[in-house]
């Protein structure tokens, strides 16, 4: 992994003595409500990037893919999802593509960010 780095153009520093720690907050954030929020908040971003990603980087084939993609599995996701109480957060989803498409920015007060 550090090796992959170094070959992209990121620098890497490895201290002796120093041990990396993956554990983040510690707590794994299951079933507190502040990381069910954190949930939402990734899902509208990752769905909000990947499409400028594909706007600024995909071909036009690449982009008629990731176009079917969104059409064909974001109203399954909802359907899906709908029973289990979890519809908000394939809401948010299709939230964030729509704000990418039309060039809005983030809803930074809705999500709980500011």
Request: with cysteine; net charge positive.
């Given at each position: 992994?550090?090796r992959?780095?170094?070959r992209?153009?990121?620098a890497?520093?490895?201290l002796?003595?120093?041990?990396?720690d993956a554990?983040?907050?510690?707590?794994?954030?299951?079933g507190?409500s502040?990381a069910?929020?954190?949930?939402r908040?990734?899902?509208?971003f990752t769905?909000?990037?990947?499409v400028?990603y594909?706007?600024?980087?995909?071909?036009?084939?690449?982009r008629?893919?990731?176009?079917?993609?969104?059409?064909?599995t974001?109203?399954?996701?909802l359907?899906?999802?709908?029973?289990r109480?979890r519809?908000g957060?394939?809401?948010?989803?299709?939230?964030?593509?729509?704000?990418?498409?039309?060039?809005?920015?983030p809803p930074?007060?809705?999500l709980?960010?500011r």
């Amino acid at each position: 992994m550090v090796r992959a780095g170094a070959r992209g153009g990121m620098a890497c520093r490895l201290l002796p003595g120093r041990r990396g720690d993956a554990r983040g907050t510690g707590d794994g954030g299951r079933g507190t409500s502040k990381a069910a929020a954190s949930v939402r908040v990734r899902k509208y971003f990752t769905a909000r990037n990947m499409v400028l990603y594909a706007r600024r980087h995909a071909s036009p084939v690449q982009r008629a893919k990731l176009a079917c993609f969104l059409v064909g599995t974001l109203p399954l996701q909802l359907l899906w999802n709908l029973p289990r109480g979890r519809a908000g957060e394939v809401v948010l989803k299709m939230r964030g593509v729509r704000d990418a498409l039309t060039g809005r920015r983030p809803p930074f007060e809705a999500l709980g960010l500011r």
